[in-house]
């Protein structure tokens, strides 16, 4: 375009010079029109001579025109493939970018996929965990539905044991192996917002008030299945400590198996005063309990005097908690048992009269009473057959038991520890030696003689429990490991209800081993492992070989 224009620019003024000359010749024509004719022939070639210039300069500025369209076609040309270049590349820069979001959005789509399935699959789970609690709900509800019957609620337990026995005596008097069986139905009711009740029917030896074990050793027959519990309890609600409580009951006082065996259910009455303080800042709980237990009751053989007497142990135990810091709390325990008239204890297990319990139909079983007693036999001359008239305690029982126990809580939450101490005293050892009655006149039919197992020592009166513990017994694979160290002096408790698994009641030296297993979260694994043997004193001064009583377990809550 600018050679074209260029050229233009140049033949106006060849043309404009050219006639600006013919004018000044035409001019001097006018003049000088004398002017030769070599003047004019001069003037025409000159003109000519311009003109083929101007020719020329035509033909030049044609082509140059030529070449600028030329230049501008090429460079339409250039500027339309520049622009479809320009075009393919924004339509690839398109075509990538709609690559790229595809590939974005399938990626997204995968990531969403991915999270869907897994939403899904945690659905399905959620699902199926939900069915999985509804029907364990369903079941835990029907068998609630099962456990219940009008007021009552219904619980209890089913206890398989392999015992045998090692060592003891050197007449291996003690060694045996046994199998034995428990089991325990309990019933409890709440009757209304004040009054709750209940009983318990359990297995064992009808006559043997501190197990229910039974042993199979009876030729397969029927096993007794009889009243352990029934009791009533009183909570009036416009004095919410109080609670009264009457019948066989449960122990309500605090205590080990070194006074009581667990499986013993007193009868009689119990109060309680219980007092939480949760806003004191170390002690957080106060208690008193009291109670009166009638054990037996006698006739009287005097001639004057045949009034039935009652043989019961009255009493009361004051019991504290205090919490020292989060990790460890201490409850301690005081309480005194006064057995009033304990003899006919003596008696019982001596021998079953119409004086025992049962009106003697019964002996009354214990594990081996080492408490000091006099017992008056009879025999009779014509055909030598003796029978047990009359047994006393050479002491009487009042008994003084203090209980301290840490519990501890541990970073291992199923590793708590427990450390438990429990100290006995009989503050009456032998006081009853003055109140053994003589033996009975012989007549023409009956001699009869006293015997006494051992002499009564008013210092032989301790007693001493120290147990460790570690681990839990809950859920399932709980562990629960312990270890306990007996020590009972002859006079220290009343040795026919205190621990009934031990070599003997009293005058023992005892060590006991327990492991639990939580097999299920209602089935138990168990072992304990009993190891003592007498103690060594003047009545008893022969050193006995160690008995050893395993016991192996597996129990089962309903």
Not at 339 to 366: C, E, I, Y
């Amino acid at each position: 375009m600018r050679l074209k224009t260029l050229g233009a620019s140049l033949l106006s003024l060849v043309i404009c010079a050219s006639a600006n000359g013919q004018t000044q010749k035409s001019t001097t024509r006018k003049k000088t029109s004398s002017g030769t004719a070599e003047q004019w022939k001069a003037l025409e070639e000159t003109v000519a001579e311009q003109q083929k210039q101007i020719d020329e300069l035509k033909t030049v500025v044609e082509k140059l025109a030529a070449a600028n369209e030329r230049a501008a076609a090429a460079g339409q040309q250039a500027s339309e493939a520049a622009q479809r270049a320009q075009s393919a590349a924004d339509q690839a820069s398109q075509t990538a970018q709609t690559a790229q979001t595809a590939a974005a959005t399938s990626e997204k789509d995968a990531q969403h996929a991915e999270f869907s399935a897994a939403e899904a699959k945690t659905a399905i789970a959620k699902d199926s965990e939900k069915t999985s609690a509804n029907v364990q709900s369903m079941m835990k509800s029907f068998s609630e539905r099962i456990k219940n019957v009008g007021p009552f609620s219904f619980s209890g337990d089913i206890r398989l044991r392999g015992e045998p026995f090692f060592g003891g005596p050197a007449d291996e008097s003690q060694v045996r192996n046994r199998m034995r069986f428990r089991l325990r139905v309990n019933a409890n009711a709440k009757l209304s917002d004040e009054f709750s009740g209940g009983f318990t029917l359990a297995s064992g030896d009808i006559n043997n008030p501190v197990s229910v074990m039974q042993t199979t050793n009876q030729m397969s027959t029927r096993k007794p299945f009889e009243l352990d519990r029934a009791f009533l309890e009183y909570r009036p609600h416009y004095f919410k400590p109080l609670m009264l409580t009457g019948g066989k009951i449960s122990q309500p006082w605090v205590s080990t198996e070194l006074v009581w065996d667990k499986d013993l259910n007193p009868e009689g009455l119990a109060q309680t005063l219980n007092f939480n303080l949760e806003g004191t800042t170390v002690l957080k709980r106060v208690a008193l309990v009291g109670f009166e237990l009638p054990f037996a009751e006698t006739a009287g053989v005097s001639l004057n005097n045949k009034s039935i007497v009652q043989t019961a142990v009255y009493g009361g135990q004051l019991q504290t908690e205090w919490r020292l810091a989060e990790w460890l709390k201490f409850s301690a325990s005081t309480a005194f048992y006064n057995w009033h008239l304990a003899d006919p204890v003596a008696f019982a297990v001596a021998t079953a009269t119409a004086a025992g319990p049962d009106l003697g139909l019964l002996r009354l079983n214990s594990n081996g009473n080492q408490n000091s007693v006099v017992t008056t036999t009879g025999t009779f001359i014509a055909t030598g057959q003796k029978v047990i008239t009359n047994a006393q305690f050479s002491s009487k029982f009042g008994l003084l038991d203090t209980i301290g126990r840490f519990d501890i809580t541990t970073p291992a939450e199923k590793w708590p520890i427990t450390i438990l101490g429990d100290f006995v005293q009989n503050t009456k050892a032998c006081a009853n030696v003055g109140n053994i009655l003589p033996a009975p006149a012989n007549t023409a039919l009956e001699t009869f003689a006293q015997s006494r197992n051992a002499v009564c020592d008013p210092h032989q009166r301790r007693g001493y429990w120290l147990e460790a513990r570690a681990g839990k017994s809950q859920k399932k694979g709980d562990l629960n490991f312990a270890y306990a160290r007996i020590f009972v002096e002859r006079e220290a408790v009343l040795g026919a209800f205190n621990y009934s698994e031990i070599r003997q009641a009293t005058n023992v030296s005892q060590h006991k081993v327990e492991a639990f297993y939580q097999l299920e979260n209602n089935i138990q694994l168990g072992f304990t492992g009993f190891f003592g043997r007498p103690l060594v004193t003047t009545t008893s001064p022969i050193l006995e070989n160690t008995l050893k009583r395993l016991q192996f377990d597996i129990t089962y809550k309903f």
